[in-house]
């Protein structure tokens, strides 16, 4: 009980409230190093394998913390699921790295399951967990549940060069100002316009 109080103190520490009635845009993760930092925080095999799967998918929060062992082929390295948003099924290729860190999690159950109830985490659980992680790290932004499909989409584009309509289709967006504005970077023809001096 102690370690949860003081757990929760310290997520309460790490996180800028707004204020009522204004939003807050949650930001991806900007570089590999910032990834790197934040796995260097994760003791708990559990965390590091919630966080890798998530930087390395496109998985929505919802559907990545009801995961379960029985939709992962251990032997092809894939995950199989129908998205709870789109009802779409998907079939997803794990690489070996990501396979690695999951392994120690094989059960046919919930992989990420809450340690309070047994059963999913919840998305107010994982926005506090991403907050304090990013605060371990010494990383500044408004992190949350959000920030690793985010990041995934973020680092495909500015750091691999995937292109804008592949991760645009990927995401199940309806328009390309959509994917920039979701990765927080402006769409260049509004870069440009505004490159312009008057």
């Given at each position: ?39 260097a925080v994760l003791t708990n095999p559990k965390d590091l394998a919630l966080f890798v799967l998530g930087v390395n998918t496109n998985l ?139």
């Amino acid at each position: 009980m102690h370690s949860y109080r003081r757990r929760k103190g310290e997520i309460m520490r790490a996180v800028p409230h707004p204020a009522e009635g204004s939003t807050v845009t949650i930001e991806p993760l900007r570089s590999l190093e910032d990834v790197a930092r934040v796995k260097a925080v994760l003791t708990n095999p559990k965390d590091l394998a919630l966080f890798v799967l998530g930087v390395n998918t496109n998985l929505r929060a919802s559907d990545l913390l009801a995961l379960r062992g029985e939709q992962i082929d251990w032997m092809a390295g894939t995950l199989t699921l129908r998205e709870s948003k789109t009802g779409k099924k998907r079939t997803i290729p794990l690489g070996p790295r990501v396979m690695e860190v999951l392994y120690p999690l094989a059960t046919d159950g919930l992989l990420f399951p809450s340690n309070k109830s047994g059963g999913p985490l919840t998305m107010s659980a994982w926005n506090g967990k991403m907050k304090l992680w990013c605060s371990r790290a010494g990383i500044k932004g408004n992190f949350g549940a959000r920030t690793i499909r985010k990041t995934w989409a973020y680092l495909q584009f500015t750091v691999f060069g995937a292109p804008i309509e592949a991760l645009s289709a990927e995401l199940g967006h309806t328009s390309l100002r959509d994917t920039y504005r979701y990765i927080a970077l402006p769409a260049p023809e509004t870069a440009r316009i505004f490159a312009n001096f008057i």
